[in-house]
Nanobody, 115 residues
Framework: QAQFVESGGGLVQPGGSLRLSCYAPLRLFGIASMAWYRQAPGSQRELVAI???????RYRDSVEGRFTVSRDNANKTVNLQMNSLKPEDTAAYYCNQDPPNRNYWGQGTQVTVSS
């Protein structure tokens, strides 16, 4: 059973940047649509960004223009470049397939945006 491994989170000031990475050891990673999700305390998990197997991307409105999702099929990795971070971006970030597979949720990586 594959479990995804997220990394790259941390504490950053408003306006700063972070780059998240996710290792997704799927046998068929190359044809999987992948996504980043986040969950803030007291809130439901929400979809942040999607990248299809062909590299097409979609973003939730609140991160459009600030976040960029990419993938490296050779290394089975999905990345999320986050720029111009805002306090409301504070959350635990997870990657999974789109739609998500409940068996693949990892531990997530915490992003805290605060001065």
């Amino acid at each position: 059973q594959a479990q995804f491994v997220e990394s790259g989170g941390g504490l950053v000031q408003p306006g700063g940047s972070l780059r998240l990475s996710c290792y997704a050891p799927l046998r068929l990673f190359g044809i999987a649509s992948m996504a980043w999700y986040r969950q803030a305390p007291g809130s439901q998990r929400e979809l942040v960004a999607i990248i299809s197997s062909r590299g097409a991307t979609r973003y939730r409105d609140s991160v459009e223009g600030r976040f960029t999702v990419s993938r490296d099929n050779a290394n089975k990795t999905v990345n999320l470049q986050m720029n111009s971070l805002k306090p409301e971006d504070t959350a635990a970030y997870y990657c999974n397939q789109d739609p998500p597979n409940r068996n693949y949720w990892g531990q997530g990586t915490q992003v805290t945006v605060s001065s």
